[in-house]
């Protein structure tokens, strides 16, 4: 497990990345576009910026789809939603427990700004 101590984010480094690259995704597409080309787009910046990554791959016999893992080690969930949900959260840990990872990240293209919601895998 890799936790940066100045500032006790797990994954800080590798989180900080992908919030650029959320970033730029935004910036290129907009506010209103479907999920879809958000996704798109987030996977060519990471193959841009050389980030192992898998995309939407069904996980054992769960029916989970996850949108991205990231170096086996951060789930990603992509929203195009005017708001994220308490449902939504549940659904990412549903993700982290069946992978038994410990973080998840919701990105929400939709929102006023983009900004990462960080849900963690509870034991």
Do not use: W
């Not at 789809?65 to 994220?84: G, H, L, Q, S």
Request: proline content about 1%; glycine content about 6%.
């Amino acid at each position: 497990m890799e936790i940066n101590s100045a500032s006790k984010l797990l994954f800080a480094d590798m989180t900080y990345r992908l919030n650029g690259i959320a970033i730029q995704v935004r910036k290129e597409i907009g506010r209103y576009g479907r999920e879809k080309q958000y996704c798109d787009l987030f996977e060519l910046k990471l193959k841009e910026n050389g980030i192992a990554y898998r995309r939407e791959q069904t996980v054992g016999g769960t029916g989970n789809r996850f949108d991205f893992i990231i170096a086996d080690k951060i789930v990603i969930e992509i929203k195009a939603k005017t708001f994220v949900i308490k449902e939504d959260y549940f659904q990412v840990q549903r993700y982290l427990h069946s992978v038994n990872l410990e973080l998840g990240i919701i990105y929400n293209f939709r929102e006023e700004f983009v900004k990462p919601h960080r849900v963690l895998h509870l034991q």
